[in-house]
T-cell receptor, first 116, second 113 residues
C-alpha cells in the first residue's frame, strides 16, 4: 500500500499566485489533516476533516481553503500565496478508533512550498 | 486546552550514550500519548504509544512510560546510534476532548560517531 501520498513534493510560487496541494490515502481512513512545519514552531494544524464532505479549521487556517469531496482525497488550496506561507506542508490521516482508542496518524512525505 | 511541552534541542550525544527527552502534558481528560520520529527529509512516523496510566510503550530500543501523577511521558534509550539522529515529537490525543492530536514543538537529536 502507498499509505499517504502528497503531490507535488516541491513548488515555487510568486506572491499572489494560487495553487493546490493534493493528498491521497488508500487506507480508508475517516480523518485527514493538513499541517505546516516551520523551524522552531513544530507542527501546526491548518485544517482537518472527520469524513467525506466535512472540513474544520485548525490552529492556523487563515489564507488556506480545503475540500474533501472524496473520502480518499484532501485538497489544500492557497488562493493568493504570500511569503509567510513558505513552509513544509504535511498531510496525515487516521481511522476513528472510538472514544477509548488512540488516534494514530499516518503522515505523507511532505510538500515543500516556497513563495517568492 | 490540551498542550504538550517538550525539551528544546538540539540534543547532541555520542554514539552509545543514554538518551532522555522530556515531555510533559496538560489535558482535561485521560489522553493517549505518543512519540513520533521524523528522519531527515521524511514525514513523521509513529515510534511508540501508551493509552493509559503506567503503560510503557516501546519500539526500536526506545521506551516511554505514561506517568499520570507527573503528567509526563519521557522518551529514553539506553544506547543511541548515529541512525537515531532525527527530530522527535511528543503528542497526545484526548478521547474525551476533540480527539485531534496535539503535538509538541519537536526535539532534534544529533548523534556523533
Amino acid at each position: 500500500n502507498a499509505g499517504v501520498t502528497q503531490t507535488p513534493k516541491f513548488r515555487v510560487l510568486k506572491t499572489g499566485q494560487s495553487m493546490t496541494l493534493l493528498c491521497a490515502q488508500d487506507m480508508n481512513h475517516e480523518y485527514m489533516y493538513w499541517y505546516r512545519q516551520d523551524p522552531g514552531m513544530g507542527l501546526r494544524l491548518i485544517h482537518y476533516s472527520v469524513g467525506e464532505g466535512t472540513t474544520a479549521k485548525g490552529e492556523v487556517p487563515d489564507g488556506y481553503n480545503v475540500s474533501r469531496l472524496k473520502k480518499q482525497n484532501f485538497l489544500l488550496g492557497l488562493e493568493s500565496a504570500a511569503p509567510s506561507q513558505t513552509s513544509v506542508y504535511f498531510c496525515a490521516s487516521s481511522y476513528y478508533s472510538g472514544r477509548s482508542g488512540a488516534n494514530v496518524l499516518t503522515f505523507g512525505a511532505g510538500s515543500r512550498l516556497t513563495v517568492l | 486546552g490540551d498542550s504538550v511541552t517538550q525539551m528544546e534541542g538540539p540534543v547532541t550525544l555520542s554514539e552509545e550514550a543514554f538518551l532522555t527527552i522530556n515531555c510533559t502534558y496538560t489535558a482535561t481528560g485521560y489522553p493517549s500519548l505518543f512519540w513520533y520520529v521524523q528522519y531527515p527529509g521524511e514525514g513523521l512516523q509513529l515510534l511508540l504509544k501508551a493509552t493509559k496510566a503506567d503503560d510503557k510503550g516501546s519500539n526500536k530500543g526506545f521506551e516511554a512510560t505514561y506517568r499520570k501523577e507527573t503528567t509526563s511521558f519521557h522518551l529514553e534509550k539506553g544506547s543511541v546510534q548515529v541512525s537515531d539522529s532525527a527530530v522527535y515529537f511528543c503528542a497526545l490525543s484526548d478521547p474525551g476532548g476533540s480527539y485531534i492530536p496535539t503535538f509538541g514543538r519537536g526535539t532534534s537529536l544529533i548523534v556523533h560517531p
